[in-house]
T-cell receptor, first 114, second 108 residues
Framework: GAGVSQSPSNKVTEKGKDVELRCDPISGHTALYWYRQSLGQGLEFLIYFQGNSAPDKSGLPSDRFSAERTGGSVSTLTIQRTQQEDSAVYLC????????????FGSGTRLTVV | GNSVTQMEGPVTLSEEAFLTINCTYTATGYPSLFWYVQYPGEGLQLLLKATKADDKGSNKGFEATYRKETTSFHLEKGSVQVSDSAVYFC???????FGSGTQLTVLP
């Protein structure tokens, strides 16, 4: 596609429920990143994919968070047993190379846990 | 590890004023440096970048020079416009370590 697409754009969920966030990167971009933007924490790196592999998962905050990427394209970030502190905007970005020339970001998914 | 220290905001300027947003970094090696901008209600956009020491990135009248000796990448614009009102983020490296962001408001 022309840009990085994320869905849903907004998600309200009850505490304890699982959520899935989707990212469609730019076609042909091999590198894909997830970030989290929250008040007081700024922008935090979560996980990086090169193709379908995740060489760096160091930013995932707990084992409730997981992500996968299939076909070198779409990625899904799953948060299990959501907590209120998970409320944030989750951003996806993709790049044709390993970030040396910048990334294209999606508009994000705003997650609210009530 | 890598870190980015960015000038705290908010910054409020009058139209046509000169802008500087300071950014310093700590890193292993010489990573690429970036400025991203987030306009109200929109996603992050790459504003400019520099990939090696002494490189100057420029876009839309904004400039930043990769200074190895001072480990800095300050953002400058000679004459800001109301439409430049946004949050600006300094970032470095392949995994994009971000600064905390600086809110800029330009008044007419």
């Amino acid at each position: 596609g022309a840009g990085v697409s994320q869905s849903p754009s907004n998600k309200v969920t009850e505490k304890g429920k699982d959520v899935e966030l989707r990212c469609d990167p730019i076609s042909g971009h091999t590198a894909l990143y997830w970030y989290r933007q929250s008040l007081g924490q700024g922008l935090e790196f979560l996980i990086y994919f090169q193709g379908n592999s995740a060489p760096d998962k160091s930013g995932l905050p707990s084992d409730r968070f997981s992500a996968e990427r299939t076909g070198g394209s779409v990625s899904t970030l799953t948060i299990q047993r959501t907590q209120q502190e998970d409320s944030a905007v989750y951003l996806c970005a993709s790049s044709s190379r390993q970030g040396e020339f910048g990334y294209t970001f999606g508009s994000g998914t705003r997650l609210t846990v009530v | 590890g890598n870190s980015v220290t960015q000038m705290e905001g908010p910054v409020t300027l009058s139209e046509e004023a000169f802008l500087t947003i300071n950014c310093t970094y700590t890193a292993t090696g010489y990573p690429s440096l970036f400025w991203y901008v987030q306009y109200p209600g929109e996603g992050l956009q790459l504003l400019l970048k520099a990939t090696k020491a002494d490189d100057k990135g420029s876009n839309k009248g904004f400039e930043a020079t990769y200074r190895k000796e001072t480990t800095s990448f300050h953002l400058e614009k000679g004459s800001v416009q109301v439409s430049d009102s946004a949050v600006y983020f300094c970032a470095l490296g392949r995994q994009l370590t971000f600064g905390s962001g600086t809110q800029l408001t330009v008044l007419p």
